[in-house]
T-cell receptor, first 114, second 112 residues
Framework: ETGVTQTPRHLVMGMTNKKSLKCEQH?????MYWYKQSAKKPLELMFV???????ENNSVPSRFSPECPNSSHLFLHLHTLQPEDSALYLC?????????????FGSGTRLTVV | LAKTTQPISMDSYEGQEVNITCSHN???????ITWYQQFPSQGPRFIIQ???TKVTNEVASLFIPADRKSSTLSLPRVSLSDTAVYYC?????????????FGGGTRLMVKP
């Protein structure tokens, strides 16, 4: 257990479905991130939240909608996804301002779009 | 953003020391060097972080030369369970807006 918890671990959804991924951290970190990892590709940064404010949206399609209600929770709302969106979605957190410690990642949600 | 270059893959045998080098020629003054380990279908796990010279913890050592344009992760006496992908990440971890980018990583295969 890393201190960053992601649910669900696995998700299968149809292209017309709406689902949400959840991430929770109790490490006292103030920055949270969503990454996407497709098969045999590097991790792609999707969104950055710093003190609950979204600071970066890395040209992600609007069918992915993040939400950060507080510094401990992060959601990724999904709707009308495409099969190519099937991937491992990883949440991470860090403590901005100290420069040390790096990112702490969750175990990810394995998403399959059918 | 400092771009990193690592070997795509490496093979080793149990009990050997493994050194993985990362090149980051345009590293900035405020950038730290951080290494992560990732197993299949799991998130990357922090291994070690450094700014200059040498850093050692219970699992690895990190060697950084004076010019900081490269770094070497050293894994002493690897075991089969060290088979994983290792990522070198360079950036200012103190600023979440820096959008640190992971490269392709080095796939380490440890053989019996």
């Amino acid at each position: 257990e890393t201190g960053v918890t992601q649910t669900p671990r696995h998700l299968v959804m149809g292209m017309t479905n709406k689902k949400s991924l959840k991430c929770e951290q109790h490490l006292g970190h103030n920055a949270m991130y969503w990454y996407k990892q497709s098969a045999k590709k590097p991790l792609e940064l999707m969104f950055v939240y710093n003190f609950k404010e979204q600071t970066e949206n890395n040209s992600v399609p609007s069918r992915f909608s993040p939400e950060c209600p507080n510094s401990s929770h992060l959601f990724l709302h999904l709707h009308t996804l495409q099969p190519e969106d099937s991937a491992l979605y990883l949440c991470a957190s860090s403590h901005e301002g100290t420069g040390d410690g790096g990112y702490t990642f969750g175990s990810g949600t394995r998403l399959t779009v059918v | 953003l400092a771009k990193t270059t690592q070997p795509i893959s490496m093979d080793s045998y149990e009990g050997q020391e493994v050194n993985i080098t990362c090149s980051h020629n345009n590293i900035a003054t405020n950038d730290y060097i951080t290494w992560y380990q990732q197993f299949p279908s799991q998130g990357p796990r922090f291994i070690i972080q450094g700014y200059k010279t040498k850093v050692t913890n219970e699992v690895a050592s990190l060697f950084i030369p004076a010019d900081r344009k490269s770094s070497t992760l050293s894994l002493p006496r690897v075991s089969l369970s060290d088979t994983a992908v290792y990522y070198c990440l360079v950036g200012d971890m103190g600023n979440a807006g820096n959008m640190l980018t992971f490269g392709g990583g080095t796939r380490l295969m440890v053989k019996p």
